[in-house]
């Protein structure tokens, strides 16, 4: 519609899904999961796709035809999945009833026989292909002369679940349950993981490690567990690259084992930090010689599983590594009954810790969430209200919102400080503003920002905290932008959204109050 909000991102993010797990977005993992024909479909000796041939599943004329010589088929395959992979698609016959396979076209551990009827049914294949087969995909084999019909093709981490249309698998929104409760759009600035596998062990001191369950609830989290060996017991996420003088922030996935209280390291000759976690009271301490003083964060993502996170100055340039122990890195006699686990360790440039970007190999980008709307100057009035329930990320600068005119001389803004809620109005060059402190900008704040000829007003959480007079005429806004009003990302913002809206009259206090209670 014309108030839907455009969107890019150009890559795949993760995000909590309504289960408290973390996914990527969207769990999908084919880049096109119906258009058969598209290059990403590799098609064998005498296969041929032709699109739009049937009604599929869903009641729409996109399920393909695709015919062979009933010895070869049509694969997607180049996709990372640590351990198991739950394939699925739906087939249907063309007439009466024939046999195909459906596997994983790089190492298949099982194949499994699809009989196919007239009837559409939605075939599942999830195995385990072990942790050196990581490049997986997903192959229907030994399709007939006569062909098939194919639709909704889906490859995802664990479990089959409900078919998710993919057409590029970027640009799509994350709504995310981080927390639990209501769930929030997340938006966030580009951020790399700088770990080249910060969910792999590259060495170990007297521990052994196993895989447990993860925050994503597959199988893929590291578990440490002591030698006895009279040792410091610990492993190695290896490694980030550092520049002298630069700020990191660090983080990784932690449960509790045995041990209450568990410590954390980085390389000290790069980056002398290291964070105690205590898991019994969901607290943390930061320490080190390159430590950003109160810099530890602690949050809950169920199941016992904490993230924690900190920040920490780099000393020199060079590789640097994360140290996870089973307690510290003092010396003592280990025991085989004694054990922590990890999970999901990120090193980003930074002042605070985004969403989780994995790892397998080398540094993965994910880049800026961009929110943008223009042409609805239909949308907006001169004189009007722009409402929003929004939680800072907390990055200490200014992050806006904007309706304006494509440029940054006539806007209503929204925005955070590094301590206020705020707004302005800007006429011609000309601006107004206020802000409203006291409050934590990370939690969730309901805010009504009116504006109208000569006056400006700020409603937080059911009250009227500001109020601006002065003399001017609203010019004719045309836009909605997450940035300063001039579209071009400046001062974006970055945080997470419950709401927005845009009223094209200005409400009354009533009205502003009771929308912000």
């Known amino acids: 519609t014309s108030a839907d909000m455009d969107f890019t991102r150009a890559t795949t993010a993760t995000r909590v899904n309504s289960s408290g797990l973390i996914e990527e977005v969207p769990r999908n993992l084919l880049e096109n999961s119906q258009d058969f024909s598209d290059s990403t479909w590799s098609k064998q000796t005498g296969t041929v796709v032709t699109p739009n041939q049937a009604v599929a599943p869903d009641g729409t004329m996109t399920a393909d035809k695709v015919v062979s010589d009933g010895s070869y088929g049509i694969f997607e395959s180049a996709i990372y999945i640590d351990g198991i992979a739950a394939r699925s698609v739906y087939l249907r016959s063309i007439t009466g009833t024939l046999d195909v396979k459906l596997k994983d076209p790089n190492t298949t551990v099982t194949t499994k026989t699809c009989s196919l009827t007239t009837t559409w049914q939605r075939f599942e294949l999830t195995e385990d292909n072990g942790d050196s087969a990581n490049v997986q995909g997903i192959w229907v084999d030994d399709i007939p002369a006569d062909g098939i019909y194919m639709w909704g093709a889906q490859i995802e981490k664990a479990q089959v679940t409900p078919y998710i249309y993919t057409t590029d698998r970027v640009d799509i929104p994350r709504i995310d349950y981080t927390g639990g409760g209501c769930p929030h759009i997340l938006v966030e600035p580009q951020r790399t993981n700088l770990l080249n596998d910060g969910n792999a062990i590259s060495s170990v001191t007297e521990v052994t490690v196993t895989n447990t369950t993860s ?211 800007k006429i011609g060059g000309t601006a107004t503003s206020f802000g409203h402190s006291g409050e934590v900008l990370t939690n969730f704040h309901k805010i009504a920002i009116r504006y109208q000829d000569n006056a400006l007003h700020m409603f937080i959480n059911g009250s009227l905290e500001k109020t601006a007079t002065g003399t001017w005429t609203v010019p004719a806004f045309d836009r909605l ?36 209670t």
């Open 215 to 425: 925050p994503e609830g597959i199988a893929n989290a590291l578990k440490l567990t002591e030698t006895t060996a009279n040792s410091q017991h610990y492993a190695n996420i290896s490694q980030a690259t550092v520049s002298s003088g630069s700020v990191y922030t660090m983080s990784i996935f932690v449960k509790k084992g045995t041990q209450s209280s568990v410590m954390v390291y980085t390389q000290s000759s790069r980056m002398a930090t290291n964070i105690t976690v205590d898991l019994d009271a969901g607290s943390v301490a930061v320490a080190g010689s390159d430590i950003v003083s109160g810099s530890g964060t602690i949050s809950n993502y169920g199941n016992g599983w904490y993230r924690v996170s900190w920040r920490g100055t780099a000393a020199a340039s060079g590789a640097m590594y994360i140290y996870p122990t089973v307690k510290d890195l003092t010396t003592y006699t280990g025991s085989t009954s004694e054990y922590t686990e990890y999970f999901g360790g990120q090193v980003e440039l930074g002042s605070y810790p985004t969403s989780y970007i994995p790892t397998s190999g080398s540094t993965v980008t994910r880049n800026a969430d961009v929110f943008t709307r223009t042409g609805i100057g239909s949308l907006i009035g001169t004189a009007g209200v722009l409402y929003l329930e929004v939680a800072s990320a907390g990055s200490g600068v200014q992050e806006s919102i904007a309706l304006s005119d494509g440029t940054t001389d006539n806007r209503v803004l929204f925005y955070y400080t590094s301590s206020d809620i705020a707004a302005q109005i």
């Open 481 to 516: 932008v997450f940035d300063n009003g001039g579209g071009t990302g400046g001062s974006a913002f970055y945080g997470k959204i419950r709401n927005l809206q845009v009223y094209k009259t200005a409400l009354t206090d009533d009205q502003c109050e009771d929308l912000t």
